[in-house]
């Protein structure tokens, strides 16, 4: 059975760090494209970057690109995303999910998803 579980998140003030755990379970992360996914409060779930399971390339959106940084273990077969720099517009709940056979930020592609870790950035 393919699972995902996330872990890490909880509250930090601005400015702070936080690294987001994607472990998955049933599959190998070569064989798939991992992505993170957040949403905030009375939004859409937004896609923030993803890592290629078979070269390991990745990709960021603007706003989290320069501070955040995803990357893999595959002897854990986990995923992480180092948050650093972070902004009050950073909180929301954090999602992984995977796919084959895509690389990209598109949420409906992907078939898998984690519960997601609440993430909040706060004073």
């Known amino acids: 059975q393919l699972q995902l579980v996330e872990s890490g998140g909880g509250l930090v003030q601005p400015g702070g760090s936080l690294r987001l755990s994607c472990e998955a379970s049933?599959?190998?992360?070569?064989?798939?494209?991992i992505g993170w996914f957040r949403q905030a409060p009375g939004q859409e779930r937004e896609g923030i970057s993803c890592?290629?399971?078979?070269?390991?390339?990745?990709y960021y959106t603007s706003p989290v690109k320069g501070r955040f940084t995803i990357s893999r273990d595959n002897a854990k077969n986990t995923v992480y995303l180092q948050m650093n720099s972070l902004k009050p517009e950073d909180t929301g709940v954090y999602y992984c999910?995977?796919?084959?056979?895509?690389?990209?930020?598109?949420?409906?592609?992907?078939?898998?998803w984690g519960q997601g870790t609440q993430v909040t950035v706060s004073s």
């Open positions: 049933g599959f190998t992360l070569d064989h798939y494209t």
């Open positions: 890592i290629n399971g078979r070269d390991g390339s990745t």
């Open positions: 999910a995977a796919v084959q056979d895509y690389y990209g930020l598109g949420a409906q592609a992907y078939d898998y």
